[in-house]
């Protein structure tokens, strides 16, 4: 279809990943046929770095020009050695301010490089999903340290009390924090320089790629800032109804059914 793509951008969850949150060796096979090309494969992700290093590993992208956009867009990380090459983060007196606006029926947590930092006695069980799907433990933290590394911070809550939050509080957090509801029950607060659209926006000045030579696959709301900005916007059938109405490629087969390789093997020819 285009020949002229540079650099192919893809979410994990809900898109790479299916929903064992395993790749598809056809996956991996058309990651692996358009990176011999030399076309730049990102995964730009909502997860920290420790919560997908072994899905670098399996489609071994660790070599010295390879990168990821993680935390929702807050750090673009050299894949080689982990180190950063730009980030928007937060800090504790964010999350201090933060911790002010929530209510006993609610947790909030911070996101970093390499950990989930949350200092409640018992940990909910919004939580304790996010740690599983990540594979990272639940750290405890001393609140005290103003220089703890605030990557983003996560409110997580029952649906109901998200809802509440958001309709109470996302107005007013928008003048100086960019937000995030990728499902019900989290919400989270970056920096308001942060997203996936604005770090990849970064890496292809970097790499001297322009907007209209990348290709992005995502499926949910913290997709929408890159899938609006590049030349192929791209989504798997399960993909929300939003995410399909800014896209270029609707796949007919699903995050299930290696809807990612399928895109690539149409833009792509191969």
Same mark, same amino acid.
């Not at 924090?177 to 000045?205: C, H, S, W």
């Given at each position: ?19 064992? @949150? ?14 011999? @090309? ?11 770095? *420790? ?142 320089? *942060? ?38 916007? *791209? ?5 929300? @109804?939003?995410? @399909? ?26």
């Amino acid at each position: 279809m285009d020949k002229d793509i540079k650099l192919v951008a893809i979410d994990l969850d809900g898109t790479l990943l299916d929903s064992h @949150k395993e790749v598809a060796k056809r996956n991996i096979d058309a990651i692996n046929k358009i990176r011999s @090309k030399g076309v730049y494969v990102v995964i730009s992700t909502g997860r920290p770095c *420790a919560g997908f290093s072994w899905i670098l590993d399996k489609l071994n992208l660790f070599h010295d020009d390879d990168y990821s956009i993680t935390n929702t867009g807050t750090l673009i990380m050299k894949n080689m050695d982990k180190s950063d090459v730009w980030k928007k983060c937060l800090s504790m007196k964010d999350f201090k301010f933060a911790q002010t606006l929530i209510k006993d029926d609610m947790q909030i947590g911070i996101y970093n490089k390499y950990s989930i930092l949350n200092n409640y006695k018992v940990i909910n069980k919004h939580f304790l999903f996010e740690a599983d799907i990540l594979k990272m433990p639940i750290e405890k933290f001393d609140e005290s340290d103003m220089n703890t590394d605030v990557d983003r911070i996560t409110i997580t809550g029952d649906t109901h009390i998200m809802d509440e939050f958001s309709e109470k509080y996302n107005e007013k957090l928008l003048r100086d924090y960019q937000t995030v509801r990728n499902v019900p029950e989290v919400f989270e607060i970056l920096n308001k320089k *942060a997203d996936k659209g604005k770090a990849l926006t970064e890496l292809g000045k970097m790499l001297g790629i322009e907007l209209d030579e990348m290709l992005a696959i995502g499926d949910s709301n913290n997709d929408k800032s890159m899938l609006s900005i590049v030349g192929i916007p *791209a989504t798997c059938s399960n993909g929300l @109804k939003s995410v @399909k109405d800014i896209c270029k490629i609707v796949s007919d087969f699903s995050n299930d059914e290696a809807g990612v390789a399928r895109i690539i093997e149409e833009v792509f020819d191969i």
